[in-house]
Every structure is written in structure tokens, then in C-alpha cells.
């Protein structure tokens, strides 16, 4: 299952890119749901859990992963949280942009093994961002082979590192700091949603509406 649900997560998302016409109100309420639940679930089960291992200086790595998402984001433009600023003329394959996005989404799927609320967060997460990724994609000059490989590849990644975690051993000592690492990410990444998706702070009650929502699912499940 935490294999496969990223996977079906992504490709959902390129398929609504691809065949629906992007409204872009709707995928910022999305996104500030995705942003919201996954916050809320960072730091209901996941923090929590981190501390409770004992592992002294587990706060050193989540700041450390708020670092590696704030370099990350430099890479990749904020593609992570649902921006993109790549020069649609562009025709080579976006290798920095590729490489950023990949390693966060390895990262992210390290920690989903038997955690069922932080792999539906993760999901509910990476539908709005493999929008935006596909629809940006298909909008530029690139080679629909180049997006295809860029999109599988990327569609790859999280249950590549669910799956180096749990069938092999390699992680085995370092998972516990991984795992600090990548609420780093979670706490720099939901927040930046947040904050990016109240344009000029202006109130709209549909976006506080749809966090709230985030927040209380969340705390019910
Ligand atoms: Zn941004
Ligand atoms: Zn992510």
C-alpha cells in the first residue's frame, strides 16, 4: 500500500493536468487543505513520536531539514509547495529542478512505513503539487519523452525510499535522524503553503474554511 498510493497519488494528479483544464482556484484550496492536514499531522503524531525515541538531539535534525527544504526550494523554484519559475522556452531536461524535487521525495518516503495518517498526508499532499509539476511541464518545449521520464521518475521516488527503508538495512541506523529531517521538511513545506496561500492576507473564508478542515481531520482520524 505505501507503495503503491504515491504512485497513484502523482499519476492522478498528471491525469487531472492533463485532461482538465487547470482552475487554479480550486487547486489552491486543495493545496491549502494538503498544507494544513499535513502540518497537523506533523505535529499531532509524527513530532511527538520523534521526541518520544529519546534520541538526544532529534531538534538539531528537524532544523536541519527546515535548512535542506529552504536549499532545496532554491533548486527548484518552490516547486515542493506549488510554484514554478522555469523558463517555458527551455528544451534540455530540467536536471537541477529533477534532482531538488527527488530528494525530497525520497526523503518523504522514508518515515510512511506502518504510519497510516502521515502516508494519506503525504498523498493528500503530492495530488496538488503533480498538477502543477504536469501542467507546468506540458506548457513547455520539452520533448513529451523528456516529461514522461521526468514524471516517472518522479512518481518513483517516494516509494523508492519507502522501500530502501523497509527491505533493506542500509537506513536502518540513520532513520530515526532521517525521520527529523524530514519533519523539517513537513513543518518548512506546510507552512509555506499556508503562508503562500493567503494572497496579500487578504481573508477569504473558503481557504480559512478548508484549513480548519485540514486541522479537524487530522484531529478526528
Ligand atoms: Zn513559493
Ligand atoms: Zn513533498
Do not use: C, W
Not at 518545449?141 to 516509494?159: C, D, E, G, Q
Not at 494572497?199 to 474554511?209: E, R, S
Request: hydrophobic share 55%; glycine share 8%; net charge neutral.
Amino acid at each position: 500500500m505505501n507503495l503503491l498510493l504515491p504512485i497513484l497519488a502523482v499519476l492522478i494528479g498528471f491525469g487531472i493536468s492533463y485532461f482538465l483544464h487547470r482552475k487554479s482556484t480550486t487547486i489552491n484550496l486543495l493545496l491549502a487543505f494538503s498544507g494544513s492536514f499535513l502540518l497537523s499531522v506533523t505535529v499531532l503524531e509524527f513530532l511527538p513520536d520523534i521526541y518520544n525515541s529519546g534520541v538526544s538531539s532529534i531538534g538539531v535534525f528537524i532544523l536541519g531539514g527546515i535548512l535542506l527544504q529552504i536549499i532545496l526550494e532554491y533548486l527548484s523554484g518552490g516547486a515542493e509547495h506549488g510554484h514554478f519559475h522555469l523558463s517555458k522556452e527551455k528544451k534540455s531536461f530540467p536536471f537541477v529542478l529533477f534532482i531538488s524535487l527527488s530528494i525530497h521525495a525520497f526523503l518523504e518516503g522514508i518515515p510512511l512505513h506502518g504510519n497510516a495518517h502521515l502516508l494519506y498526508a503525504v498523498i493528500v499532499h503530492k495530488v496538488p503539487i503533480a498538477i502543477i509539476i504536469a501542467s507546468f511541464l506540458f506548457n513547455t518545449n520539452l520533448s513529451k519523452l523528456k516529461i514522461a521520464v521526468f514524471l516517472i521518475l518522479f512518481a518513483l521516488m517516494t516509494p523508492l525510499g519507502s522501500f530502501v527503508q523497509n527491505n533493506t538495512s542500509l537506513l536502518d541506523e540513520i532513520s530515526i535522524y532521517l525521520d527529523a529531517i524530514v519533519i523539517g521538511i513537513f513543518l518548512h513545506v506546510s507552512t509555506t503553503i499556508l503562508f503562500e496561500s493567503s494572497k496579500d492576507h487578504k481573508f477569504n473564508i473558503y481557504k480559512f474554511g478548508i484549513i480548519v478542515f485540514g486541522i479537524v481531520l487530522a484531529l478526528v482520524l
